[in-house]
């Protein structure tokens, strides 16, 4: 009885099932992997949906990969390294995953700092996406990882005071330790606004619904994709995945004589990096 219990309790440990199942799958895929992904179809109730849908992306990620980046399936004994592989010749250490929100930056560090390279693999409809998470450690503090971010500045005016119809965004490295930032490149876009702006407007609609009793604007939804969508096209833009996007802010510390300090305020961020980055950072302003 005691002894049942012992193994019901076992079995139901969802990592170690999903350990000996990813065993027995790989050591036939060198084998046959048609087999192979038979028996994952048979496993599928053991594995439950979010082991089914992860082994089956690690399957996915092997087949497509394997020749290219000279993939070793990995032990996995808590590394979060699924897969060992060469990407643009050097040795990567590969962690396969259907959901990237589920990814903290902190469990790849103790390896990272001693010199591994890392890549999150991220499937999606069929496809990998190749995310590095490499930051560098912050050469100032010792501490921080470099982040790319993008900041979006407010609308660009020429010297007599005309609107240029257009603003200016920055590629801005900084450190999550100690907030030290390089700008690494500046475009301008037309109709892109920076967030004080877009609260002005959101505010400014919010106010309106509530006057015509319309329904109610829920403005850090809003401002929240808002800044998504400018994530994803400012990613492409300057060709680098941004870990967060936001703007300069100004900080008021006094009330009574409006007395503060700018700083640079995020709107949005990966989780990947929660752990690291803060919403603030003080702003030089000589930057941009
Ligand atoms: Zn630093």
Redesign the pocket.
């Known amino acids: 009885m005691a002894g049942n219990m012992w193994k019901a309790a076992k079995a139901l440990d969802p990592a170690e099932v999903y350990n000996e199942k990813r065993r027995i799958i790989f050591s036939q895929m060198q084998k046959d992997s048609v087999v192979a992904k038979t028996w994952l179809e048979g496993y599928r109730n053991t594995l439950g949906p979010t082991g089914y849908a992860g082994l089956m992306a690690e399957i996915a990620f092997f087949e497509q990969y394997r020749k290219d980046l000279n993939l070793v399936v990995a032990a996995d004994i808590g590394d979060a390294t699924d897969f060992v592989g060469v990407v643009g010749g050097a040795m990567h250490r590969i962690d396969v995953t259907t959901n990237i929100a589920f990814k903290r930056l902190a469990s790849y560090e103790p390896l990272q700092l001693e010199g591994a390279l890392y890549k999150v693999a991220v499937y999606d409809k069929g496809h990998f996406d190749l995310v590095d998470i490499n930051f560098p450690f912050?050469e100032?503090?010792?501490?921080?990882r470099i982040l790319p971010t993008a900041v979006l500045l407010e609308e660009s005016h020429y010297r007599h005071g005309d609107s240029q119809w257009s603003n200016d965004q920055l590629l801005v490295n900084i450190?999550?330790?100690?907030?030290?930032v390089e700008v690494a490149d500046r475009i301008t876009t037309p109709f892109l606004y920076d967030f004080q702006s877009l609260y002005r407007d959101l505010d400014e609609a919010r106010r309106q619904a509530e006057n015509l009793g319309e329904a109610p604007i829920d403005v850090g939804a809003e401002a929240r994709a808002y800044a998504r969508r400018a994530g994803r096209y400012l990613s492409d833009i300057f060709g680098t995945r941004l870990i967060a996007i936001g703007g300069k802010n100004y900080e008021i510390t006094n009330p009574r004589d409006g007395d503060g300090y700018w700083t640079v305020k995020f709107e949005d961020h990966l989780p990947l990096v929660q752990e690291h980055l803060l919403d603030e950072y003080p702003w030089d302003l000589s930057i941009g």
Do not use: L, P, R
Request: aromatic share 0%.
């Open positions: 912050c100032h503090c010792q501490s921080g450190c999550s330790a100690c907030g030290e």
